[in-house]
T-cell receptor, first 119, second 113 residues
Framework: DGGITQSPKYLFRKEGQNVTLSCEQN?????MYWYRQDPGQGLRLIYY???????QKGDIAEGYSVSREKKESFPLTVTSAQKNPTAFYLC??????????????????FGAGSRLTVL | QKEVEQNSGPLSVPEGAIASLNCTYS??????FFWYRQYSGKSPELIMS????GDKEDGRFTAQLNKASQYVSLLIRDSQPSDSATYLC?????????????FGAGTRLAVHP
């Protein structure tokens, strides 16, 4: 079955450590995204990528980095510069980025999420 | 003004009733509108998408869009306890220099037997 796989599901980080969250999709989607969700809040966009070797900052990119070396993979690194990293991280993908109103190409499919806790 | 606004709830309805969830948005140029359901500790799943004014029905769910009023709603008929979740409204918009999907904070729905 096609889908998005995120790992690990739970992750604990010590102060000052970098950690990397994995996101792999086999949906043949061009666009991939990383969102952060805090309790009682909506999803905030960290980074997104439309094609391989290209990515753009979202609303809260500070303290995070990404790469897009393969179409299927979009890992997120939470660096020590991110002062409040405890959150639920969601990876998503869509066929295209943009309005795509009639084709539904911009409908997001989400992975199961990764919960990061700073000790 | 928030770009996508939802009442945080909780919205409590009895089993079998109609649940009405509302969402307003600020970008008049938005063309795509989505409702996602999110159970506690899980990732969002798409319930409905709507792109033109009017109603769109899918089983017990009906999405309503009024672009003039910048308003989108979700009706759930014959509500079941399994519908208890947080419902996220998402709107395509151009913000911060790029096109993106903007999420509301969600409305928590509780369906009681």
């Amino acid at each position: 079955d096609g889908g998005i796989t995120q790992s690990p599901k739970y992750l604990f980080r010590k102060e000052g450590q970098n950690v990397t969250l994995s996101c792999e999709q086999n949906l043949n989607h061009d666009a991939m995204y990383w969102y952060r969700q805090d309790p009682g809040q909506g999803l905030r966009l960290i980074y997104y990528s439309q094609i391989v070797n290209d990515f753009q900052k979202g609303d809260i990119a500070e303290g995070y980095s990404v790469s897009r070396e393969k179409k299927e993979s979009f890992p997120l690194t939470v660096t020590s510069a991110q002062k409040n990293p405890t959150a639920f991280y969601l990876c998503a993908s869509s066929r295209l980025l943009g309005q795509g109103a009639l084709s539904g190409a911009n409908v997001l499919t989400f992975g199961a999420g990764s919960r990061l806790t700073v000790l | 003004q928030k770009e996508v606004e939802q009442n945080s709830g909780p919205l409590s309805v009895p089993e079998g009733a109609i649940a009405s969830l509302n969402c307003t948005y600020s970008d008049r140029g938005s063309q795509s509108f989505f409702w996602y359901r999110q159970y506690s500790g899980k990732s969002p799943e798409l319930i409905m998408s709507i792109y033109s004014n009017g109603d769109k029905e899918d089983g017990r769910f009906t999405a309503q869009l009024n672009k003039a009023s910048q308003y989108v709603s979700l009706l759930i008929r014959d509500s079941q306890p399994s519908d208890s979740a947080t419902y996220l409204c998402a709107v395509n918009g151009f913000s911060g220099g790029y096109n993106k999907l903007i999420f509301g904070a969600g409305t928590r729905l509780a369906v009681h037997p």
